[in-house]
């Protein structure tokens, strides 16, 4: 035999090994497209170094206007599974089903959580925004746990651990959130925003949404509205109004000065920052203790 053949031979197993499992120091990577900041904060949770993602939704980018690319569409068909939030968000999500097949599956993460309605218009709408629930990203992270495994069964187990360990975080937030809000009087829960994106927040901490604009982002509000919120606010003693990262509302700085409350500062309500909130964990975190110090 020639010493080449030879030596060919010698790596045939190992060079099988490589082709067809990889290199040894590499994991099996499930391809996964995130169509939101915060669906990508969960896989990342869930999924630690045995998923890819990629980000079509980026922080800071509003997901109520957004519409793909054909990058984005490129992106999407090339993953093994898309997620959403679902309960409306996504109004650009028949556009990408319908352009992409084959073996990708999209899914909804928000599945199996009850929906707020809200009124918008004159008609009842889901309320998208579910993420500001702790008890509803426990759930999501419990789906997104049951289609890791089907979709990789060889890590099943690693998907299960990192998926306790996100309920053991979510449970240590939610302590964490109830202590911070001992600091602040039931009476004094009143929340001004930009848009209408706190309500399931408010569901389980006892606050009032006074929205400046509706579900959606988008056009600012008609001057009877705001004129109402201006006399809401003076006759309930409500010291500060918010900002939204996503968008920077004219009508929140004019209701400020019209009523001499402050502008509390920042809320991530849509999605993650890129400097600060940029996890769940510490968005959640900052929305609570910007709340909190600024009403009190
Ligand atoms: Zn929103």
Not at 279 to 289: A, E, G, K, L
Request: aromatic residues 8%.
């Amino acid at each position: 035999m020639k010493p080449l053949l030879r030596t060919l031979l010698f790596l045939l197993p190992w060079i099988l090994m490589t082709v067809f499992t990889g290199p040894a120091t590499l994991h099996a990577e499930l391809k996964v497209a995130s169509l939101s900041t915060i669906t990508t904060d969960l896989a990342r949770q869930i999924g630690g170094d045995r998923v890819k993602i990629t980000e079509i939704i980026r922080p800071g980018m509003d997901p109520h206007d957004f519409q793909p690319t054909t990058r984005d569409i490129r992106n999407v068909a090339d993953a093994d599974l898309v997620l959403f939030t679902g309960k409306g968000m996504e109004g650009f999500l028949g556009k990408l089903t319908d352009t992409v097949e084959g073996k990708t599956r999209f899914i909804d993460v928000s599945k199996g959580i009850p929906s707020l309605r809200l009124e918008e218009d004159g008609c009842l709408i889901e309320d998208p925004h579910w993420w500001h629930s702790i008890s509803n990203m426990e759930r999501a992270g419990r789906t997104l746990e049951q289609e890791f495994k089907k979709a990789d069964p060889a890590n099943a187990g690693f998907y299960q651990e990192r998926e306790e360990l996100f309920q053991d975080s979510c449970d240590d937030l939610e302590r964490w959130i109830r202590v911070k809000l001992s600091e602040l009087p039931r009476s004094k829960r009143k929340l001004v925003t930009s848009h209408d994106a706190l309500q399931y927040f408010a569901r389980d901490y006892g606050f009032v949404i006074l929205p400046v604009k509706g579900v959606s982002t988008g056009e600012e509000p008609s001057s009877k509205h705001v004129k109402e919120l201006v006399g809401i606010i003076r006759r309930e003693g409500v010291k500060a109004v918010f900002f939204e990262s996503i968008e920077n509302s004219r009508a929140v700085n004019q209701i400020a000065l019209e009523t001499g409350a402050s502008t509390g500062g920042v809320l991530y309500s849509d999605g993650l920052g890129e400097k600060e909130a940029t996890t769940y964990d510490s968005m959640i975190r900052h929305n609570v203790s910007t709340i909190v110090d600024a009403l009190k």
